[in-house]
């Protein structure tokens, strides 16, 4: 179980990346966690093989228009292998002050977006360009269509969507070619299936976000029981955490992008693509992760 050469990993467009990322929202809008902490924890992920960094225009301080892009660059600089890591960003979606977000899915704020971001990253090309949120007010084709030109005029390499339901995504990829989808699904939360169904069939790489539901699963009130599962991870010698992030990965096929603020949890979830279990014990996971 857990062998290090086990992991395959799984492609995004004509990239190639390991088969959990780490997403960067907590680095900007946790105040507890500080900048030196959020650069050890994707160096400690990146060691871990890590190769997908999810981050997005939204996701900064009120101070800072692009602090969490702007981390990324950073932690990147520092690193000689740098170039093996797809850098995932998002358009759309503005932080306005401390408890207001905007959504703008037109053209021109597309465009601003991918420029700010394009600086802030210090790249000329962004890896993977996503809009984060459709705009209720704009036509889907409307705003993927602002991807696709930014992507036929090289400033984004691949364009995918965000937080889309089955005709939001049916409707974009009559657009233009999707490279992924990134939305909401979790062991305890899998009401997006359909979605990640249709991405299986497509080709579409699909991020799963929040793939804990935003907190660590063994501890607190709330978490799911899971008593089988728990069982398992204490026999084998793995935390919860990485077991559930194994089952999304080798069970579902998606590619969990997982918001770890310390060096130690982006380490263990990183490890959860390498997990090997008996078909039996995936078995007993398939049962009770499916009853929740
Ligand atoms: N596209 C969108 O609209 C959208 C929306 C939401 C999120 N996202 C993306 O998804 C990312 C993750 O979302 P999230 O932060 O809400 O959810 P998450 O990954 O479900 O939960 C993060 C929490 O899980 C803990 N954790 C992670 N790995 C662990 C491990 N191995 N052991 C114990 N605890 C562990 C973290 O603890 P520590 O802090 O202690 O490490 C943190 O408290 C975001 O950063 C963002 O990139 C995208």
Not at 3 to 32: K, N, Q
């Amino acid at each position: 179980m857990g062998r290090p050469d086990s992991a395959r990993p799984r492609s995004i467009g004509d990239r190639v990346v390991w088969p959990i990322g780490l997403g960067g929202a907590r680095w900007s809008l946790d105040p507890d966690v500080d900048e030196a902490r959020a650069v050890r924890t994707i160096h400690a992920a990146l060691d871990a093989g890590v190769t997908l960094l999810d981050t997005a225009r939204a996701y900064t301080t009120v101070d800072h228009h692009a602090h969490n892009e702007t981390l990324i660059a950073r932690a990147l600089a520092e690193r000689s292998d740098a170039d093996r890591v797809l850098v995932v960003t998002k358009g759309g979606h503005v932080r306005i002050d401390a408890t207001t977000w905007g959504v703008d899915g037109t053209p021109t704020a597309l465009r601003r977006d991918c420029e700010a971001s394009l600086r802030a990253l210090g790249v000329e090309a962004i890896d993977l360009y996503l809009l984060h949120h459709p705009d209720p007010t704009v036509p889907v084709e409307e705003s993927v269509g602002a991807l696709h030109d930014l992507q036929v005029e090289g400033l984004v390499t691949m364009i995918g969507v965000s937080n889309v339901d089955l005709e939001q995504l049916a409707r974009a990829r009559r657009v233009a070619p999707l490279a992924a989808v990134e939305n909401q699904f979790s062991p305890v939360d899998q009401h997006d299936r359909p979605v990640v169904d249709v991405c299986r069939e497509a080709g579409i790489a699909y991020l799963a976000y929040s793939p804990l539901s935003g907190r660590d699963p063994a501890v607190g009130s709330g978490a799911p029981s899971l008593p089988r599962s728990r069982a398992l991870a204490r026999e084998a010698g793995l935390s919860v955490p990485r077991l559930l992030l194994a089952w999304m990965v080798h069970r579902r096929g998606v590619i969990p992008v997982v918001g770890s603020t310390r060096p130690e949890s982006a380490a263990d979830s990183a490890a959860a693509a390498s997990v090997v279990l008996t078909d039996d014990e995936w078995s007993v996971l398939d049962e009770e992760i499916a009853d929740l």
